[in-house]
Nanobody, 130 residues
Framework: QVQVEESGGELVSAGGSLRLSCTAS????????MGWFRQAPGKEREAVSC????????YYAPSVKGRFTVSRDNNKNTLYLQMNSLKPEDTAMYYC???????????????????????WGRGTQVTVSA
């Protein structure tokens, strides 16, 4: 059974940094695409960053590009999301997702990411105070 578990969310001041972790079991990260999604109260869920298993183009939402960085440690079966220069609008529940679908375009790279039937974690809350 595939399970993913997030950690690292907390209350932080605007301009601060956090690193989220996602530990996976029941799958091998080296051949599994993974993603981070978030949902704020009253808003739709959105893809934040998606990392293909192949090492290809990584997707970042336009609102986080240049501030967030996704990485993975395949030996530890762990996915990370380094979040810098945090803004109050980054406040949300952050979810780790297995097997997202990453759409790429020639000459552009990853242009979108959406969830498929992969496992979701329970989420970790990130709150950024102004």
């Amino acid at each position: 059974q595939v399970q993913v578990e997030e950690s690292g969310g907390e209350l932080v001041s605007a301009g601060g940094s956090l690193r989220l972790s996602c530990t996976a079991s029941g799958l091998n990260l080296h051949d599994t695409s993974m993603g981070w999604f978030r949902q704020a109260p009253g808003k739709e869920r959105e893809a934040v960053s998606c990392s293909p298993w192949s090492g290809g183009a990584i997707y970042y939402a336009p609102s986080v590009k240049g501030r967030f960085t996704v990485s993975r440690d395949n030996n530890k079966n762990t996915l990370y999301l380094q979040m810098n220069s945090l803004k109050p609008e980054d406040t949300a529940m952050y979810y780790c997702v297995a097997d997202p679908i990453i759409v790429t375009a020639d000459g552009v790279g990853a242009v979108s990411c959406r969830s498929s039937f992969g496992a979701w974690g329970r989420g970790t809350q990130v709150t950024v105070s102004a």
